[in-house]
């Protein structure tokens, strides 16, 4: 059972008791002017891709057959193929002088639905093309949109079935080392 | 009588007089820093939030617009190439300085002799050998190192490659091809965050 309040301490009077906010406020401002400075308000992400080096090593003979997807990036159209020939050949012309990333999008997400252990692709543009047309393309080819119908579950490497997040994360520039 | 006032004992009604209150001069005045302290409070966890995510440094570069983009990764560590229109650095420091073709197919001019000729001709010299050292004294101070093996592992080979929006592709591919050359595994493509 609860006591009763003392009387003592209710008092009379209250008494205001204002805080001591003046230093807490000088420690914000010192802390928003070093925040201000460290801080880049430029939000950044990073896309990575692998530097191609030429390998003299075999390719392991039981390897499953890899689809060797390819995209070949030209001055006026986007040309889809497969190594293997495993995929018919795809040709995307520009639209309004830009390259037509959702139809080439579209086109992705059929493949991957029909191959779901593929992850790579291989890129082989034209010397003058963009940089940022091509990183518009990489998002087209290895981002999932939130409209985007879910893939077939992948198993990891722990053999765990997994929704795959990335359609085709994997992009490698083809033309580096041979350089046309 | 009714009508008149009649001042209390102790009030001189000298303020009645001049037609002003009275105001008494040693009252203290204190600032209203409550609302004043919240939107401090506001201003720096928006900032300690922005500070979270911005780990990475990208140094503002003349001429250097990095291209919008959708990815999702946000942190990485490397040596930092940036690739602007008319010059290349690596980690800050200026290592070539070019310039647009006015003419022709090519949409670069390097200097002469800047080109590796012997191989393939795509590698670029300067950056090679910049890389080069870079990668020379990372090995330089692993094998200075209690553990020579386990220093040497930490290479990651990741490139941080900030380029204009504009750049043309034959210019990444030939600073790839010498980025290759040189040992580095990994291209980590900086890019700015677009809105979804």
Redesign the interface.
């Known amino acids: 059972m609860l006591r009763r309040p003392s009387k003592r301490r209710s008092g009379k009077g209250t008494q205001e008791i204002?805080l001591p906010?003046?230093p807490?406020?000088d420690a914000?401002?010192t802390?928003?002017a070093f925040?201000?400075l460290?801080?880049?308000?430029?939000?950044?992400?990073?896309?990575?891709?692998?530097?191609?080096?030429v390998s003299n090593e075999q390719e392991p003979p039981n390897k499953e057959k890899s689809l060797q997807l390819t995209l070949r990036i030209e001055q006026d159209a986007l040309v889809l193929s497969s190594g293997n020939r495993l995929v018919a050949e795809q040709k995307f012309p520009k639209v309004e002088k830009s390259y037509d990333a959702p139809k080439l999008h579209e086109a992705l997400l059929k493949i991957r639905t029909q191959f779901p252990s593929e992850t790579s692709i291989v890129y082989m543009?034209?010397?003058?093309?963009?940089?940022?047309d091509?990183?518009?393309l990489?998002?087209a080819t290895?981002?999932l949109s939130k409209t985007d119908p879910t893939l077939p579950n992948v198993k990891d490497k722990d053999g765990v079935d997994r929704v795959p997040v990335f359609l085709f994360p994997t992009v490698v520039?083809g033309?580096?080392?041979s350089?046309t | 009588m009714s009508g008149v006032s009649i001042p209390s004992p102790g009030s001189s009604g000298s303020s009645h007089r001049r037609g002003r209150p009275r105001r008494s001069r040693n009252r203290s005045f204190g600032l209203q820093l409550t609302s004043m302290m919240d939107v401090f409070v506001i201003i720096v966890v928006f900032l300690l939030k922005s500070y979270g995510l911005s780990i990475m440094q990208v140094p503002q570069q003349d001429k250097l617009e990095l291209p919008k983009s959708k990815a999702t990764d946000v942190f990485g560590e490397g040596i930092t190439l940036q690739i602007a229109q008319n010059t290349i650095l690596i980690d800050n420091q200026k290592v070539l300085d070019f310039k647009p073709a006015e003419t022709g197919a090519k949409k670069f001019d390097l200097p002469d002799g800047s080109m590796d000729r012997a191989h393939a001709g795509q590698g670029i010299l300067p950056i090679f050998d910049v890389l080069k050292k870079k990668k020379e004294d990372f090995d330089t101070l692993a094998s200075r190192s209690p553990n020579p093996a386990d220093a040497a592992k930490k290479w990651s080979g990741d490139l941080l490659v900030q380029a204009d929006k504009d750049v043309p592709y034959e210019l990444i591919r030939n600073v790839m091809y010498t980025a290759g050359m040189a040992g580095y595994k990994q291209f980590r493509l900086t890019v700015a965050k677009q809105a979804e």
Do not use: C, E
């Open positions: 204002d906010l003046v807490i406020l914000f401002v802390l928003i925040l201000l460290a801080t880049s308000l430029l939000a950044v992400t990073l896309i990575d891709t692998p530097v191609p080096v543009p034209a010397a003058d093309v963009k940089y940022d091509l990183v518009q990489m998002d290895r981002l520039f033309n580096v080392i350089g």
